[in-house]
């Protein structure tokens, strides 16, 4: 991989273990993730900001063995915080997280923060169809840099496990 983020490899080498045979997809779904925020928002004040959410923001997935991972999601985020000595941060990034696949704008505190992450990960979720303004050419070179390797393909199971065992509640991550 041609781009590197030692915050992002050095926690997601704390998760390997968990992530096991999917490690590599979400790893590169991180990434991508984290680089969209970046074409989003380039303030270098916010960059470390939006790698550890973009870290955090499916582990519940893993951690806790669901797809209702948004809380699980934003403890593991806590706990590092906290351990990291970046507990003023825990709600900003908490919110990133818990508001990443509100369908609509997010309005509220850390309104720039979240609403850059939402769309983030929206652009990769959604293929780079969705864009919001950022530049489609360089979406396009991330996702060829930094493969999928089956992540859309990963959810879309999940997401028909889950309607199974939870047919009335099939996708509790999607937020109004």
């Not at 652009?123 to 780079?128: A, E, P, R």
């Not at 493969?147 to 999607?174: D, E, M, S, W, Y």
Request: net charge positive; aromatic share 14%.
């Amino acid at each position: 991989m041609e781009f590197s983020n030692q915050i992002i490899e050095d926690l997601l080498s704390t998760f390997s273990l968990m992530t096991g045979k999917d490690h590599e997809r979400y790893k590169n779904h991180v990434y991508r993730v984290f680089l969209n925020c970046l074409l989003i928002d380039p303030e270098k004040k916010n960059e470390e900001k939006y790698a550890l959410a973009a870290v955090f923001h499916d582990i519940g997935i893993w951690t806790n063995h669901t797809f209702d991972y948004l809380n699980p999601s934003i403890k593991q985020a806590g706990r590092y915080l906290n351990e990291a000595g970046k507990a003023g941060w825990i709600t900003e990034i908490s919110k990133m997280i818990y508001w990443h696949h509100k369908i609509s704008s997010y309005k509220g505190e850390y309104e720039q923060t979240v609403e850059t992450f939402r769309k983030a990960d929206w652009i990769d979720v959604s293929l780079g169809f969705l864009s919001f303004g950022a530049d489609k050419r360089i979406i396009g070179e991330n996702r060829r840099r930094i493969p999928n390797r089956g992540f859309h393909v990963f959810l879309i199971k999940q997401t028909i496990k889950n309607f199974f065992k939870h047919p009335f509640n099939p996708l509790p991550v999607f937020k109004r």
